[in-house]
């Protein structure tokens, strides 16, 4: 069975930073690709980074440069390091992998930027 279980969120104010973790079990991890989805109240769900298998990562317009993902193989886990939280950070923040085209999500983890 896969699981996706993300961790890490929470209340911060503008300017701070966040790890945000998701944790794999019920597959190889390392031979799939992964990434990092946010989706803000009254809004779709976007992409906000991804990192294939080899590590190649891709990012949203909106958070280059603020946020970074990686990924530990030996530990099945996918981390998004977020810098300069700002107020339109604010979102559940779901992680994803895509299996054989079957989309496997986590539960999510909120993030709340505010002062």
């Known amino acids: 069975q896969v699981q996706l279980v993300e961790s890490g969120g929470g209340l911060v104010q503008p300017g701070g930073s966040l790890r945000l973790s998701c944790t794999t079990s019920?597959?190889?991890?390392?031979?799939?690709?992964a990434g990092w989805y946010r989706q803000a109240p009254g809004k779709q769900r976007e992409l906000v980074a991804d990192?294939?298998?080899?590590?190649?990562?891709n990012y949203a317009d909106s958070v280059k440069g603020r946020f970074t993902i990686s990924r530990d193989n030996a530990k099945n886990t996918v981390y998004l390091q977020i810098h300069n939280l700002k107020p339109e950070d604010t979102a559940v923040y779901y992680c994803?992998?895509?299996?054989?085209?079957?989309?496997?999500w986590g539960q999510g983890t909120q993030v709340t930027v505010s002062s």
């Open positions: 990192i294939a298998r080899g590590g190649t990562t």
């Open positions: 994803n992998t895509n299996i054989l085209n079957s989309q496997f």
């Open positions: 019920g597959i190889i991890f390392s031979i799939y690709n």
